[in-house]
């Protein structure tokens, strides 16, 4: 086998990417402190064809140097914006019909592989802070609240890694 190189993997320029039907998938982020991670988000969102990423709270917006080194210029492809409430954002989204789904350890939680995907449904998915991960009052609001399974001793995974689980596993679903 060969790698193949950049020019081989026929990835679309911006304006493509613009042009393309998203998934229907939304990003939230809930008060996310790394910089690092916004960024990787970004480019999780790209390859995934994400609607759009919602930054909320103490999450920082682009341009900036540490966002901008992890996105890869995924700040330029996917459709961003900057809301200081999450929960108010969660209601409105609620309101015109689109599913919020906190991912999340909490009770009653679904866990990931079992969670069913219905057909003509946007999924507004909110990952929250490293610390303290999606408020209370957020995960009180949401829709349905998503679980990662984990079996080894640590009690959560990195927000970048959960949002490249989470919508990789979505985007499976949606497109099998």
């Known amino acids: 086998m060969r790698k193949l190189e950049n020019s081989e993997l026929e990835r679309l320029d911006i304006a493509a990417f613009k042009e393309a039907e998203k998934s229907p998938i939304i990003i939230i982020l809930d008060n996310i402190r790394s910089l690092n991670n916004i960024g990787s988000v970004f480019r ?21 140097k540490d ?33 919020t789904i906190a991912v999340e ?17 946007i999924l507004a998915l909110i990952f929250g802070n490293e610390v303290k991960g999606v408020s209370q009052e957020v995960v009180s609001a949401s829709d349905v609240v998503l679980e990662i399974p984990q079996f080894g001793t640590k009690h959560s995974l990195n927000i970048s890694v959960s949002t490249g689980v989470v919508v990789w596993d979505i985007w499976s679903k949606i497109t099998s």
Request: glycine letters at 6%; aromatic letters at 8%; one cysteine or more.
């Open 105 to 121: 350890q909490a009770e009653n939680a679904i866990m990931l592989n079992k969670f069913g995907i219905n057909e003509n449904e």
């Open 44 to 64: 999780t969102a790209d390859a995934f064809l994400v609607q759009k990423i919602y930054l909320c709270g103490i999450t920082a917006t682009p341009p900036h």
């Open 67 to 99: 966002i901008r080194k992890t996105a890869l210029g995924a700040t330029d492809s996917v459709d961003w914006e900057y809301r200081e409430s999450t929960l108010e954002l969660v209601e409105e989204l609620k309101r015109v019909g689109v599913k």
